[in-house]
């Protein structure tokens, strides 16, 4: 099993920045064969795909209303994969889910338990 444990989420204000963490582990987990993403659910809303980093070679992908704000990277030696966040907005309110996929697969099989990102106006 995998498991995924994101920190870093609070409340902040327009403009300002978080950085989110997802530590990943697991007994036979190997983190450089996993893609990993970011998503987020707004209240009321179907949880939407943020962020998406790939495992070897790296390449990133962005829902459009992130890019040029949002930075999804990851540290393979501390199995973690992070989403800096600038510029936020109220509307990137949400519960944010690291997510991980075996590569080359398509579904996302492992999720986080999600950290609260809250942008006041």
């Known amino acids: 099993q995998v498991q995924l444990v994101e920190s870093g989420g609070g409340l902040v204000q327009a403009g300002d920045s978080l950085r989110l963490s997802c530590a990943a582990s697991?007994?036979?987990?190997?983190?450089?064969?996993?893609?990993m993403g970011w998503f987020r659910q707004a209240p009321g809303k179907e949880r939407a795909f943020v962020a998406h980093?790939?495992?070897?070679?790296?390449?990133?992908y962005y829902t459009d209303s992130v890019k040029g704000r949002f930075t999804i990277s990851k540290d393979n030696a501390k199995n973690t994969v992070y989403l800096q966040m600038n510029s936020l907005k109220p509307e990137d309110t949400a519960v944010y889910y690291c997510?991980?996929?075996?590569?080359?697969?398509?579904?996302?099989?492992?999720w986080g338990q999600g950290t609260q990102v809250t942008v006041s106006s």
């Open positions: 697991g007994r036979t987990f190997i983190f450089t064969r996993y893609d």
């Open positions: 980093i790939t495992s070897y070679p790296v390449s990133t």
């Open positions: 997510a991980a996929r075996p590569k080359g697969t398509a579904t996302y099989n492992y």
